[in-house]
């Protein structure tokens, strides 16, 4: 058997990695592809600590993480397409019409 | 040596059993394009191929030397990586596609090995079945974007979307047959279809659903949902807008010429071939027959069949044109005959008999088999192509709703008779 | 070394490259094929853990839908490589120390020192697909119910947000 | 048996506040037919739910006193304050005095006020007023009683300033709002006081708690003289006593019905109500009802004066008003609170009846109310004039009507509780006199002698009968309102004091055996009604006979004419005294000192430092999103050094 930590550390570097993307990609895309990464460790994490307490619960949340994560990615899209079609681009540092 | 084969024996079979496959479903690929183009020629009364071989029947030989020395040229501006992936992927996923699929139930016993007619047979087939649907998108969606070409592009677009649409009604509509079925393993859902009421095979069979537990929901409209939508998933015709030639050249294999078309031909056959194989499980019972068991006979209408079908062939090549024809055709009908009648004897000699025993339920689920690739031709031959806005409402207005309409009845019958 | 160890570092190593892939690469398209290897990966780690429903989910859903979209919308708007600009200052330098902090912190935080490494982890749970039938249907069905509610949201969301406004 | 109307006391109150909500919210825009039917609905309903709570009151519970707590409103540490309503018979004559004179009221508003502006806002102030008077009437404690009594303030005001276009009308609001707010001073102080004694402000317990403690003689300045004499400020600014009163005479600047129901029948009797409600606290303390006595005979006397002079018709019924109240102040103050009430309840009745009579002649006048304008409208406006003549005969005192037998047992009262010398009861019975010349004055000019208007400008025309009826009605109640405290040597038997007496109690005994009190009173009564006829007949002669008399007498008499006609300069006097050192002290030092300086200042150097801050601290808002992005990784990061500090000091621990 594979140790739980080994899952855990993975989907902690996963996480991470997810992380720095997020901080580094200038592209809106790939920042949210960053998100879907992050999500998709802590998915891993959630099952792997359903395999090692025995119990599904686990699997269940990683269901509904992927539920969110589905409804996130269509209205996310949406939302990236009507950036485009307002600004030209996709550049995240373009997109700062927030600043006072 | 011994020892070793004894040990590993499980990688080792595996491993043939996958080579042989290829091998069969790449020959029934290459014969399926022949079919195919036969068939259409004969709907628009040609004569389709018939010079390569007696009845063009070398013609995909000649097709596949074609696609191997063919140039193969690589258009400027394209991105080389996905480029060169994307028919990779496609390929690779449609034949993975076939793994899962069972061809029959009883193993042949070899060596003391029990193999199994399918290459792996997991509780949760029919999930990764559909999972390796959902990915095939790529091949396409990736081709289309890799050519750096409008065309390409438009066809990649067109079919990613279809298919994401589609994709729902195909899962959708099979998820009455889950219900009844219980399971997601396929050879178990064919076999809770083996008991047709009275025996009457095919009464079994998820489309009619008759079986022991009593009348439950008939899958009709489950089976065209399925079988509509199936099309569209594999690109095909009617629903083969991403290669519209009317309006996109080729659509999204515009760019790719010989061996890498000749995967994306393949894969899309291959695909064909599972999208059959998986009808015939979930809805037309697998290897059921359709006669009762009970009947002697039953066990015996592979060989019966064989035999007319060999004196036909013999007939027809007697009377063929070329001396080629005349040689090799009866040679075949009457090697066809020949086994035939061995086979036949099975009713008077043991081990033939176990020999048709094998034989039948795997006649039958090909039989099944061609007779969907026969439909999928005929789809092609006679319907007109649909135009987009047609198919998105087809798929979202149409097929899903009636699907969702399917799973919820189903489930309502079934509770109502109480096989929960 | 048993051959599931072997299986496990081979995907684990292959997910890891795909998400470093993720952040090297210019080109969307790139970054999204290699989060799809990262998702498949996962989903074979799923498979490796016994969690073969959420696998097969992870596959279709994630693979099938979410990252279709995303390259959809990819091809759809055209996009090309990243632009290099670096307006944010905090984000060029502190940026990322702090990602590999968290990243570090997350993993000496998961990976506790002293524990048997090598603890006894459970076996695949038995017919894990029908519990998770069960626990969504029983214990969960009201948060189930409300996910469709919140998928008919979002389709409406995106509806809305992706028409034009007909003049 | 079950009380549900009891049990479900708030509706009477409620009922008003929903007719005022609808009309004020979206009465606006609404038919005058509409807004009619909610106001007139409201009050009439909350009118029939009074009577069903006294048919219990009296039928069902015979008698005992009804309480109910409905809900807590304010409760700290040992205090109090619930919205606890009762009823008794107090209750029980106010009430009716409230709903049924409101409600006719309201019927004559219907028809006065038809062609005016403002049409929904004037019903849903007058339903306003309503709920506000009947939770001060229905309260079981003073913190209640006060929310009532400051409502009847507010409600007071925007009616007095109904026509707020017009500056005099504006200011007389004002005016009546600040001088009520100082009474209202001594109210609170006097509550304070009160809970800080007997740490409650419940009716019930608190009575219970005081009735033990020994009574006040007189010059004893103990807890009951200063809190009643606090109370009773409050009364005197409310009930227009001395020297509080000068704010309602201005108060005739609000429509003419808004006079009678507010400023004659209900509000102004609220002082007196709240004295009698305390009479407890009072009959312990001798100073208080000297004092309360004497300021009412005081107010009675002067008011008169005043009166006498008077052109404008309406202020003359204020007058009469200020006076009556005095009156029912005197009462108290000689312990004779039934009587008290008495004169309470037919005063209301024939004041509010010369008051919409007086609005009935306003009206047919076209807006006219200076006397010396009319004249000879007795045959023009037969209705009025016989409704209005009867109204005076009864604030006159004559009898059979109302106002006779509560005048009468009032000076009857005076004259019994004082020993030796009777100043009350003499300057009492002057005012009577005073008062019967006044009102005749007012009937003689405006009704007979030649009429000194211009026929061609204003064309005299009866009201319609939604006035009118009020005016029957109210005209017979103030003739029979009485006959129910017929003194006994009348034939009659006072069912009136009998019915209170289990409040009262033996709040006061004659001190005199019943035989001499029978002759006693026999005689009383002639000499008021003496007093009332001479009055009347010197109204006739100077006012019918020769109508040059007065104004030679008014020649003799300059300085006093002057005088009363000035009513004694006290508003002059007030405004030096008073309004103009406040006035300087608020513009020089309070506006432009202290708030200008201080408050403003260090609001906006509240708001300069916040915009400074925010110019510093708005540098990280770079409007980027990726630099956002690194915030949230450091509030990850944060988070979880936060979370796992024990783990993280175990594994540092652990690396040493």
Not at chain 4, 18 to 42: E, H, M, R, S
Not at chain 4, 197 to 202: E, I, M, P, Q, S
Not at chain 4, 634 to 650: C, D, E, K, T, Y
Request: proline residues 4%.
């Amino acid at each position: 058997m594979v140790p739980t930590q080994y899952y855990l550390l993975l989907s902690a570097i996963l996480f991470g990695l997810g992380a720095v993307a997020f901080v580094f990609k200038r592209n809106i895309i790939t920042i949210f592809m960053s998100i879907e990464l992050m999500l998709n460790a802590v998915n891993l994490a959630f099952v792997a600590f359903s395999q090692a307490s025995g119990k599904v619960d686990g699997q269940v949340f990683v269901l509904f993480v992927i539920v969110v994560a589905a409804a996130e990615a269509a209205v996310g899209l949406g939302i990236i397409i009507l950036i485009q079609r307002n600004r030209q681009s996709l550049n995240i540092e373009k997109v700062n019409l927030l600043k006072l | 040596m011994i020892a070793f084969l004894q040990q590993n024996a499980f990688w080792i079979i595996t491993i043939v059993k996958i080579a042989l496959l290829l091998f069969i479903v790449l020959t029934v690929n290459a014969y399926l394009t022949w079919f195919e183009r036969k068939v259409v020629a004969h709907i628009q009364s040609r004569w389709g191929p018939h010079r390569v071989g007696p009845h063009g029947l070398l013609q995909p030989a000649a097709d596949g030397l074609k696609f191997l020395f063919k140039e193969d040229p690589t258009p400027l501006g394209v991105d080389k990586f996905v480029y060169y992936l994307a028919p990779f992927l496609a390929l690779a996923l449609s034949l993975t596609a076939l793994a899962v699929i069972p061809f029959g139930p009883d193993p042949i016993v070899l060596f003391g090995q029990k193999i199994y007619l399918w290459i792996t047979n997991p509780d949760i087939g029919l999930l990764i079945l559909f999972a390796i649907t959902a990915l095939s998108v790529y091949g396409v969606a990736l081709a289309g974007w890799a050519s750096n070409s409008k065309y390409s592009l438009l066809g990649g677009l067109r079919s990613s979307a279809q298919m994401i649409s589609y994709e729902l009604a195909l899962t959708m509509s099979v998820v009455g047959v889950l219900l009844m079925a219980n399971t997601f393993s396929l050879t178990e859902i064919i076999e809770k279809q083996s008991h047709g009421v009275g025996g009457v095979g095919f009464l079994g069979w998820n489309i009619f659903a008759w079986g022991k537990d009593g009348l439950l929901f008939p899958q009709i409209f489950g089976f065209i949902c399925f079988f509509t939508s199936a099309i569209a998933e594999t690109n095909r015709a009617p629903f083969d807008l991403p290669e519209a030639e009317s309006e996109l050249v080729a659509g999204f294999h515009t760019e790719y010429a010989s061996f890498k078309f000749a995967m994306f031909f393949i894969a899309e056959y291959t695909a064909m071939i599972t999208v059959s194989c998986l009808a015939t499980i979930l809805f037309f019972g697998g290897w059921v027959s359709i006669f009762p068991d009970s009947w002697t006979i039953t066990h015996y209408i592979p060989s019966i069949t064989l035999i007319p079908f060999g004196l036909w062939v013999i007939y027809d090549g007697l009377k063929y044109e070329t001396i080629f024809g005349k040689l090799v055709l009866p040679a075949v009908g009457f090697a066809m005959f020949a086994i035939g009648a061995v086979l036949l004897a099975g009713a008077w000699i043991a081990p033939l008999h176990q020999v048709n025993e094998f034989i039948q339920p795997v006649f039958w689920f090909t039989a099944k088999v061609f007779v969907f690739l026969f439909f999928y031709v005929w789809a092609r031959g006679t319907l007109p192509r649909l135009r987009y806005d047609q198919l998105m409402n087809v798929g979202w207005k149409l097929l899903l709703p009636v699907s969702i309409a399917n799973v919820i009845v189903t489930a309502g019958v079934i509770l109502w008779r109480g096989h929960v | 070394m048993s051959p599931v160890l072997i299986i496990f570092f081979v995907l684990a190593g292959l997910a890891v490259l795909g998400a470093l892939n993720l952040v090297l690469q210019k080109h969307p398209i790139h970054s999204a094929l290699s989060l799809i290897v990262v998702m498949v990966c996962l989903a074979g780690l799923y498979l490796l853990m016994g969690a073969e429903f959420v696998a097969a989910v992870q596959i279709i859903v994630y693979g099938g839908a979410i990252m279709v979209l995303f390259i959809f919308v990819i091809m759809l708007l055209n996009a090309g490589e990243e632009e290099h600009t670096d307006f944010s200052k905090i984000a060029k330098f502190a940026g990322l120390p702090l990602a590999l902090a968290l990243t570090a912190s997350l993993a000496a935080l998961v990976v506790k020192p002293g524990q048997n490494v090598h603890g006894a982890t459970q076996a695949v749970i038995p017919k894990a697909t029908e519990q998770i039938s069960t626990m969504l249907f029983k214990d969960f069905v009201y948060p189930f119910e409300l996910t469709s509610f919140l998928i008919l949201v979002a389709i409406m969301g995106a509806l809305v947000l992706a028409q034009r406004e007909k003049k | 048996m079950p009380t549900p109307m009891l049990d479900h006391l708030w509706i009477i109150p409620l009922l008003p506040l929903l007719g005022a909500a609808t009309n004020g919210l979206f009465g606006k825009n609404w038919p005058n037919k509409l807004v009619n039917a909610v106001a007139l609905n409201a009050t009439g309903f909350s009118f029939l739910a009074a009577l069903e709570a006294v048919r219990e009151f009296i039928f069902v519970r015979n008698q005992e006193l009804f309480r109910k707590e409905f809900f807590d409103w304010i409760v700290a540490g040992s205090f109090r304050a619930g919205f606890d309503l009762q009823m008794d018979q107090l209750t029980v004559i106010m009430v009716l005095v409230v709903t049924g004179v409101g409600f006719l009221i309201h019927i004559y508003s219907t028809g006065y006020m038809a062609h005016e502006g403002g049409y929904y806002r004037f019903f849903s102030y007058l339903n306003l007023f309503m709920f506000f008077m009947l939770i001060l009437v229905l309260a079981a404690n003073y913190v209640l009683l006060f929310v009532g009594w400051e409502g009847v303030g507010l409600a007071s005001y925007l009616l007095i300033g109904f026509y707020f276009l017009k500056k005099s009308a504006s200011d007389a609001g004002k005016k009546a709002f600040i001088v009520n707010r100082i009474g209202d001073f001594g109210f609170m102080l006097g509550m304070f006081l009160l809970f800080k004694t007997f740490g409650t402000l419940d009716f019930t317990q608190l009575f219970a708690k005081s009735a033990p403690w020994a009574n006040e003689g007189w010059g004893v300045f103990g807890t009951f003289t200063v809190a009643c004499l606090l109370l009773f400020t409050g009364a005197c600014g409310k009930s227009a006593q001395l020297p509080l009163y000068v704010w309602l005479p201005d108060a005739m600047e609000g429509p003419t019905p808004v006079s009678a129901l507010i400023h004659a029948a209900t509000m102004v009797t609220a002082g007196v109500y709240v004295v009698v409600r305390s009479h407890v606290l009072f009959t312990h303390s001798e100073t208080a009802l000297v004092v309360v006595g004497t300021v009412g005979c005081a107010t009675a006397f002067f008011a008169a004066t005043i009166g006498l002079v008077q052109t404008d018709i309406k202020k003359v019924l204020a007058y009469s008003t200020v006076s009556q109240l005095g009156y029912m102040f005197l009462a108290c103050g000689v312990g004779a609170f039934g009587a008290g009430i008495f004169h309470l309840m037919t005063h209301a009745f024939f004041k509010a009846l010369l008051f919409l009579a007086a609005g009935s002649v306003i009206h047919a006048m076209g807006g006219e109310q200076d006397m010396l304008h009319m004249g000879g409208l007795s045959k023009k406006i037969k209705v009025t004039y016989w409704t209005m003549l009867i109204a005076t005969l009864a604030i006159a005192g004559f009898p059979p009507l109302a106002g006779f037998f509560s005048k009468d047992s009032i000076l009857f009262e005076a004259f019994q509780r004082e020993g030796g010398w009777h100043p009350l009861y003499f300057f009492g019975l002057l005012t009577a006199l005073l008062t019967s010349f006044y009102m005749f004055r007012l009937i003689f000019l405006t009704f007979h002698g030649k009429q000194r208007y211009d026929e061609h400008h204003v064309h005299v025309h009866e009201s319609p009968w939604s006035m009118l009826g009020p005016l029957v009605v109210l005209a017979v109640l103030s003739v029979i309102g009485g006959w129910m405290a017929a003194p006994s040597f009348w034939g009659g038997e006072d069912h009136f004091t009998s019915f209170l007496s289990p409040i009262f109690g033996a709040a006061h005994e004659g001190a005199l055996s019943e035989a001499t009190a029978h002759s006693f009173e026999l005689t009383l009564a002639v000499v008021a009604v003496v007093a009332a006829l001479i009055g009347l007949l010197t109204a006739f002669w100077l006012y019918i006979k020769q109508p040059g008399k007065p104004a030679e007498i008014a020649k003799s008499l300059k300085p006093l004419y002057t005088t009363l006609c000035n009513k004694y300069y006290v508003d002059e006097a007030y405004g030096a005294v008073i309004v103009k050192p406040l006035l300087a002290l608020s513009t020089n030092v309070l506006w432009k000192v202290i708030d200008v300086e201080m408050i403003d200042g260090t609001v906006n150097g509240i708001a300069h430092g916040a915009t400074a801050t925010g110019d510093i601290t708005r540098q990280t808002q770079s409007g980027n999103t990726r630099s956002y992005a690194v915030w949230v990784v450091i509030g990850a990061l944060a988070v979880l050094v936060i979370i796992f500090w024990p783990a993280i000091r175990a594994m540092a621990g652990g690396a040493q």
